[in-house]
């Protein structure tokens, strides 16, 4: 019996789907042989055959350097930029992180939404699961989010949620917290395209099939940079990957107070809202 700890955001939760898949394949092992210690994540991996129970109840020793019948996916992202080559040395099979898995799970309804006829998703948040009232080094600021919508020249509808997002003003439909992971989903699907900074709703629209524009700063374009995206940095900016737990001389959490120090990063600022629409349009994207 292989056993998989599992306790990260929606976008780790997909890849690490991803991944299980490839390794039954490889390994022509059944998806029942494997148990997810998954918590949250449970409607990610729904008909997918896995053996799903509760995080709490799961094994302490489960460590991804010790066995391949064991993984602890925490250990599995502390380095960000080489993952693809930490996850075939050490699960013993060939893992590209461009590998798409299409979700299995049953599709809603969303024809009550009145969707205009052509429009793009946008997302601002970046977990709904971090803690509230926290900012996020690769959060893109409000004001240029704002900005993008009055110049971008197509209907743009808000998706996502959480503690830590905000509704952004100029938006033609506005979902925040009112859709689930499904129903977001279905929305993105029928977008011309997503745009989002690099997180959840972005892995999760490419297992989907879908295109997004990512707008990166701290997080290692290398490894998430999806072939199929417009994946935009600033020009101003050429360190990029860069360690948010560093700015400003301190060792900080990519998750911060408002009352404390900020995640103050000139690769996020630099990024300007008009800069983002004239490389959408540059491309050919509209």
């Known amino acids: 019996m292989i056993k998989v700890l599992l306790d990260h955001g929606m976008g780790d939760a997909l890849s690490a789907r991803a991944f299980l898949f490839e390794y039954c394949r490889q390994k022509h092992i059944k998806h029942s042989d494997i148990i997810i210690y998954a918590g949250r994540h449970e409607v990610l991996f729904e008909n997918d055959g896995f053996t799903l129970k509760d995080i709490k109840y799961a094994p302490n ?15 599995l992202y502390r380095n960000h930029i080489q993952r693809d080559l930490m996850i075939s040395k050490n699960s013993g099979i060939h893992f590209d992180w461009q590998h798409r898995e ?13 969707l205009p006829e052509k429009f793009i ?32 020249g197509i209907p743009c509808i808000q998706i996502g949620g959480g503690n830590n997002t905000h509704e952004i003003k100029g938006t033609h439909l506005n979902f925040l917290n009112k859709l689930n992971i499904k129903e977001s ?23 989907l099939g879908g295109k997004t524009v990512v ?38 959490g990519i998750y911060q107070d408002k009352n404390s120090l900020q995640c103050d990063l000139r690769c996020m600022k630099d990024l300007k809202p008009e800069y983002v629409v004239e490389q959408i349009y540059k491309n050919k994207w509209l």
């Open 61 to 75: 020793n489960l460590i991804w350097y010790d066995s391949f019948a064991k993984f602890n996916f925490t250990k």
């Open 102 to 114: 299409p979700l299995n799970w049953n599709c809603p309804d969303i024809s009550n939404l009145n």
């Open 121 to 152: 998703t946008i997302n601002c948040g970046f977990d709904h699961t971090a803690i509230p009232n926290h900012i996020c080094a690769k959060m893109w600021p409000m004001e240029y989010w704002i900005e993008l919508v009055q110049k971008i």
């Open 185 to 207: 989903a279905e929305v993105m699907k029928k977008a011309l395209f997503h745009l989002d900074t690099e997180g959840g709703l972005t892995i999760l629209n490419h297992h």
């Open 215 to 252: 707008l990166f700063g701290p997080t290692a374009i290398q490894t998430f940079g999806f072939k199929e995206n417009l994946n935009i940095i600033n020009n101003t900016c050429h360190n990029s990957p860069c360690d948010p737990r560093q700015i400003k001389g301190g060792h900080v």
